[in-house]
Every structure is written in C-alpha cells, then in structure tokens.
C-alpha cells in the first residue's frame, strides 16, 4: 500500500509541476504578445493613432471580397436547400402518419 500511495503522491507533484511550468508557458506568451503591439490605449486613441491602426487593416481586393461573397453566398443557397428538404420530408412524414 504504501509503494501505491507513494506513486500517486508523485504523480500528483508532476502534474503540479507541468501546471506551474504551463502558467509560466503562459505568462511568457502573454508579456511577448504584449511587446508586440508597440501603441498603449492612451496613444491609439487619438487621431494619430486612429490613422496607425487603419494603415495596419489589410483591406479586402476586389477579387477576395468577391471570392468570400460567392462562398457566402454558395452555403446560404446550400442551406437553404438542405433545411427545405428535411421540412418538406418532415411534413411528408407527419402527414402520412396523419399528425399533420
């Protein structure tokens, strides 16, 4: 018992040990990311850091925007057909099961 109970005691210090060292993976992520975006909340907002910020968007072309419009588009009418379908074929099963 006691071989049992010392292994689950060091399997519960490893998994405490892989959560510290995952927090510490975390934290280091989080200060690196936050390095990365150089304009604090006072800076952008302003007009200086407005006009900053919208030369970082990347703007659609014409062609993507088209691209994501027919995609749009495509599985609206896909939907639109497929939920048909299933109420239609509902609607045929509750009639001919007379609950309709």
């Not at 927090?23 to 975006?37: A, H, I, M």
């Not at 497929?82 to 609950?99: P, R, S």
């Amino acid at each position: 018992m006691d071989e049992k109970q010392a292994r689950k005691e060091k399997l519960k210090q490893e998994r405490k040990e892989l959560r510290k060292a995952k927090k510490l993976e975390r934290q280091r992520r989080l200060e690196e990311q936050e390095d990365k975006n150089p304009l604090k909340f006072k800076e952008w907002f302003s007009l200086k850091g407005i006009r900053q910020e919208i030369k970082n968007v990347h703007w659609l072309t014409k062609k993507e925007l088209a691209r994501d419009a027919f995609v749009v588009l495509a599985f609206t009418v896909v939907l639109g057909v497929y939920f048909y379908g299933a109420d239609a074929l509902i609607a045929l099963i509750l009639k001919t099961l007379g609950l309709s």
